[in-house]
């Protein structure tokens, strides 16, 4: 059975991310016969500073840059669930990408974006970027709209299946993408 992380792009006080995320990978658990797991990125600190080499290389100095390498590369695709920071997506998901390289090459990669319209500029980003590491990210990028008053309430609560019901369809023609990209990558 495949192991799909599902990535939670936000580290900031009162976000969303973990309650969207876990939303997206129960969706997830009944779309496709894989394994979810939640990754949150404030489980793994990985200064940006730290690693004197080159990711590609794959030698790294630290323990923690190790235990991320495992991490990644263990698992057989991955669901990022990420906020539109300032029209892009938030640095600690970048720093986390960039600590690695060869860990993410040729595996499938699904997007899914939150933000006032939908976070469209974000996915574009991130997609350019999973590119660039080599993986496959599926065509259908889900951009779930976030009322204006939720963005100024500012609470870190939601209850993603009533904020995003519009959203299923493009949810489930995504997981359908991931599973055939799974299923073409053996
Ligand atoms: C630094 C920052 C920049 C933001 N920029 C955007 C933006 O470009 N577009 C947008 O729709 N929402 C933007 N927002 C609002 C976020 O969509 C909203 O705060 C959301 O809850 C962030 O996700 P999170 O709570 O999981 O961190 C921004 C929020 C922050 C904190």
Same mark, same amino acid.
């Given at each position: 059975? %495949?192991?799909?992380?599902?990535?939670?792009?936000?580290?900031?006080?009162?976000?969303?991310?973990?309650?969207?995320?876990?939303?997206?990978?129960?969706?997830?658990?009944?779309?496709?016969?894989?394994?979810?797991?939640?990754?949150?990125?404030?489980?793994?600190?990985?200064?940006?500073?730290?690693?004197?080499?080159?990711?590609?290389?794959?030698?790294? @100095?630290?323990?923690?840059?190790?235990?991320?390498?495992?991490?990644?590369?263990?698992?057989?695709?991955?669901?990022?669930?990420?906020?539109?920071? #300032?029209?892009?997506?938030? @640095?600690?998901?970048? #720093?986390?990408?960039?600590?690695?390289?060869?860990?993410? %090459?040729?595996?499938?990669?699904?997007?899914?974006?939150?933000? %006032?319209?939908?976070?469209?500029?974000?996915?574009?980003?991130?997609?350019?970027?999973?590119?660039?590491?080599?993986?496959?990210?599926?065509?259908?990028?889900?951009?779930?709209?976030?009322?204006?008053?939720?963005?100024?309430? #500012?609470?870190?609560?939601?209850?993603?299946? @009533?904020?995003?019901?519009?959203?299923?369809?493009?949810?489930?023609?995504?997981?359908?993408?991931?599973?055939?990209?799974?299923?073409?990558?053996?």
């Amino acid at each position: 059975m %495949s192991t799909i992380l599902v990535i939670i792009g936000s580290t900031r006080a009162r976000r969303i991310g973990p309650a969207i995320a876990a939303w997206v990978a129960a969706l997830g658990r009944a779309a496709l016969p894989a394994r979810f797991e939640l990754v949150d990125l404030r489980d793994w600190p990985l200064p940006m500073d730290a690693e004197p080499g080159i990711p590609a290389m794959g030698a790294y @100095a630290f323990e923690q840059t190790r235990a991320w390498s495992r991490k990644v590369g263990a698992a057989d695709a991955f669901v990022f669930v990420t906020p539109q920071y #300032n029209w892009g997506y938030p @640095a600690p998901l970048k #720093n986390a990408l960039d600590h690695l390289y060869r860990e993410w %090459s040729g595996k499938p990669a699904m997007i899914v974006t939150y933000g %006032s319209h939908g976070g469209g500029k974000c996915a574009d980003q991130l997609r350019q970027v999973l590119e660039g590491l080599h993986m496959a990210p599926v065509a259908t990028m889900p951009g779930l709209k976030l009322g204006r008053d939720r963005v100024e309430a #500012n609470s870190g609560l939601i209850d993603p299946a @009533a904020a995003f019901a519009d959203h299923l369809e493009a949810l489930d023609e995504a997981f359908a993408d991931l599973d055939a990209a799974l299923r073409r990558a053996g």
